[in-house]
């Protein structure tokens, strides 16, 4: 009886190993916690505290670098995902997102590898065809695109039905503008710090504000980093042939940087995507060329 009730007791105890993982589990899902309530700079600390007690767990990476594409820190993401699909070389969603963050940070070969990848992985994956046939739009290769939005559709991803039929409409869609390089600095110092002289975008292949993520994507600090930014919402209605009767906003966004002498900064930039003129480089900034 007595070794039975040993026994019993010695199952009860948890071996440090087996206690470790138990606790990347517990901030595992504390942090899934965290980041469906919109928490993700919390969500980040507790999946960076589970990667450090279980690094070969991939969903852990994963979800990281989901929360960190979310919060635009892109090249941190990238960094995740790849982690991700080493640990997990056939997870598809590890390229996909890859491919995300890849595009964000106007690496397009990267990008379209990686969504192609996906597709290799599963060909039937609806998500991977709808975002690279974003890619394929975005690079003005609209067959290519087209086919790529068939496919998605094909595969029961709805979203994909609005694209689809505007492959199948013969008449001529709203001008789009993609952009994909920035070549001009403005001469302004004012230029897109003020309402006067916003940055005018105009709508890309993937409308609404998608042309002002690509711009600021574009844009880079001059230490040649990355800049962060954050939408603050909309201000300053000006006359607009493009706006609801006559009328169009700006929208505002808070960018971060550095500064020449490595200093963290910040800045309000104004953009519009209802009107287009090619847009230019702050003045005291770089772009990804």
């Given at each position: ?41 919390e ?11 279980q ?14 594409n979310m ?22 969603k ?35 065809y ?5 890619l ?25 039905q ?12 709203v ?29 890309g292949p ?16 001059s230490q040649?980093?990355?800049v ?24 505002r ?17 104004y953009l ?18």
């Amino acid at each position: 009886m007595k070794s039975i009730i040993l026994l019993s007791i010695c199952c009860l105890l948890l071996t440090p190993a087996v206690a470790q993982v138990s606790e990347a589990q517990k901030s595992y899902e504390q942090g899934l916690q965290q980041a469906q309530a919109g928490r993700l700079d919390e969500a980040i600390v507790l999946f960076t505290k589970s990667i450090e007690l279980q690094p070969n767990d991939y969903y852990a990476w994963y979800n990281r670098g989901i929360a960190k594409n979310m919060l635009g820190r892109h090249a941190e993401a990238l960094a995740d995902f790849s982690q991700t699909v080493k640990l997990a070389p056939t997870y598809k969603k590890g390229y996909l997102n890859r491919g995300i963050a890849q595009k964000r940070l106007t690496n397009y070969a990267g990008a379209l590898a990686d969504y192609s990848y996906a597709l290799r992985l599963d060909p039937n994956y609806g998500e991977a065809y709808y975002n690279r046939g974003m890619l394929y739009e975005l690079l003005s290769k609209r067959d290519s695109a087209c086919v790529d939005y068939n496919k998605a559709k094909v595969a029961g991803l709805k979203i994909a039905q609005a694209k689809v039929d505007l492959c199948n409409d013969p008449a001529s869609p709203v001008p789009t503008y993609p952009i994909l390089h920035l070549t001009q600095i403005a001469a302004d110092k004012k230029y897109g710090f003020t309402a006067e002289k916003p940055i005018l975008v105009g709508k890309g292949p993937e409308g609404g504000p998608a042309n002002q993520h690509a711009y600021l994507n574009l844009l880079r600090d001059s230490q040649g980093q990355p800049v962060g930014y954050k939408r603050l919402g909309s201000c300053c209605e000006y006359k607009s042939d493009n706006g609801f009767l006559g009328m169009a906003m700006l929208d505002r966004y808070e960018i971060t940087y550095l500064t020449s002498k490595g200093q963290a900064a910040k800045a309000v930039v104004y953009l519009s995507f209802y009107d287009y003129e090619e847009p230019k480089i702050l003045a005291g900034f770089r772009s990804t060329e």
